[in-house]
């Protein structure tokens, strides 16, 4: 069945430094969604990606599709100790199951 | 306020006792899905709904039954629990499925411990 492979599983970084976790398919994704989860919390939606090669900023957090829709990146910049949590990227398959690759934990170093 | 409800949020209960996690939505959204999440897996689909009398398994439906008689209420039904189904449960909806742009909106999660 449909996969969706995230990478890296865990990322320490010092305050102030780049984070970036990526997600990629075997297949052709119809869309891509990315969701943040802080510790002890639950999900929640970020931002949807549509369109082939589609760029999205919110802030300091940058989102990419890749051209070919079989992957895509969550890039934050000038991380803070805001940012700490697990970075989910999910997609729906054509059965309308809905994906969800298996995260990145982001702790920081103040 | 715009809410998915899920209950109890704490269970410690033992193999073999029937149990129902309730999930409920004030949004009016016509899909609703279960999850488990586990260290290292992500999260995983369960049951999934697409509206009314409508159901589907996920990717680890095995050992689990739901229900959609009410849309807004969307119950997680294990009828002879086991260990391996210790875990943390999210229930989750959305207005609709598919390639338009609905995001999740995610209960508070329910842990669940089998002895």
């Known amino acids: 069945g449909q996969q969706v492979m995230q990478i890296p599983q865990y990322q320490h970084v010092q305050e102030g430094e780049d984070f970036t976790t990526y997600c990629n398919s075997s297949t052709t994704l119809s869309n891509i969604q990315w969701y943040k989860q802080r510790p002890g919390g639950h999900p929640v939606f970020l931002i949807q990606?549509?369109?082939?090669?589609e760029v999205k900023k919110q802030k300091r957090l940058t989102f990419q599709f890749g051209e070919a829709k079989k992957n895509s990146s969550l890039h934050i910049t000038a991380t803070q100790t805001t940012d700490v949590g697990t970075y989910f990227c999910?997609?729906?398959?054509?059965?309308?199951?809905?994906?969800f690759g298996s995260g990145t934990r982001l702790s920081i170093r103040p | 306020e715009a809410q998915v409800t899920q209950n109890p949020r704490y269970l410690i209960t033992v193999t073999g006792k029937k149990l129902t996690v309730t999930c409920s939505q004030n949004?009016?959204?016509?899909?609703m899905s279960w999850y488990r999440q586990d260290p290292g897996l992500g999260l995983r689909q369960i049951y999934y709904?697409?509206?009314?009398?409508?159901?589907d398994k996920g990717d680890v439906p095995e050992g689990y039954k739901v229900s959609r008689k009410e849309k807004r209420n969307f119950p997680l039904i294990l009828e002879s629990p086991s260990p391996n189904q210790t875990s943390l449960y999210f229930c989750a909806s959305s207005l609709s499925w598919g390639r338009s742009n609905q995001p999740q909106h995610f209960g508070d999660g329910t842990r669940l411990s089998i002895l």
């Open positions: 709904s697409m509206n009314v009398e409508v159901t």
């Open positions: 949004m009016n959204h016509e899909y």
């Open positions: 990606l549509v369109k082939s090669g």
């Open positions: 999910a997609s729906y398959s054509s059965a309308s199951k809905i994906i």
